[in-house]
């Protein structure tokens, strides 16, 4: 489930332009505390043991659904509404410095370094 929801950040992050950094920060902090509170309050076969069990009832449709899943689709709820609203309010999204030359390097260059051995054959 913790892992699930670092999908929208990174996947939107790096991917978009559109999504609000702060916007994907709290949606992935709301997809980890629905999570883990949610996942922890439901254990199987009513032991004192949590996390025993990774389905609870899904807000608002009344079934058990997988949490993960859940808290997925409330980190990304958030992260729309929030990206929303951030940029209504004009809140700056920081400043991207790098410059088209930042994304290549060739051999030769100061500060590269080959990653092989060149003298010795490759098998």
Same mark, same amino acid.
């Given at each position: 489930?913790?892992? #699930?929801? =670092? /999908?929208? +950040?990174? *996947?939107?992050?790096?991917? =978009?332009?559109? $999504?609000?950094?702060?916007? /994907?920060?709290?949606?992935? +902090? !709301?997809?980890? &505390?629905?999570?883990? %509170? +949610? !996942?922890?309050?439901?254990?199987?076969?009513?032991?004192?043991? @949590?996390?025993?069990?990774? /389905? !609870?009832?899904? @807000?608002? /449709?009344?079934? +058990?659904?997988?949490?993960?899943? =859940?808290? #997925?689709? #409330?980190?990304?709820? *958030?992260?729309? &509404?929030?990206? &929303? *609203?951030?940029?209504? #309010?004009?809140?700056?999204?920081?400043?991207?410095?790098? &410059?088209? @030359?930042?994304? $290549?390097?060739?051999?030769?260059?100061?500060? %590269?370094?080959?990653?092989?051995?060149?003298?010795?054959?490759?098998?």
């Amino acid at each position: 489930m913790w892992i #699930l929801q =670092t /999908l929208p +950040a990174i *996947v939107f992050g790096l991917f =978009t332009r559109w $999504f609000h950094r702060w916007a /994907l920060l709290l949606g992935w +902090a !709301a997809g980890m &505390v629905y999570g883990t %509170v +949610a !996942a922890y309050g439901y254990c199987t076969a009513c032991t004192t043991r @949590p996390f025993g069990n990774s /389905l !609870a009832i899904v @807000p608002g /449709l009344g079934r +058990a659904g997988y949490i993960g899943l =859940t808290a #997925l689709v #409330l980190n990304v709820v *958030v992260a729309v &509404v929030l990206t &929303v *609203v951030l940029r209504a #309010l004009k809140v700056s999204n920081g400043t991207d410095i790098t &410059v088209q @030359p930042d994304y $290549f390097a060739d051999a030769g260059e100061p500060g %590269v370094q080959p990653t092989v051995d060149e003298s010795q054959p490759i098998h």
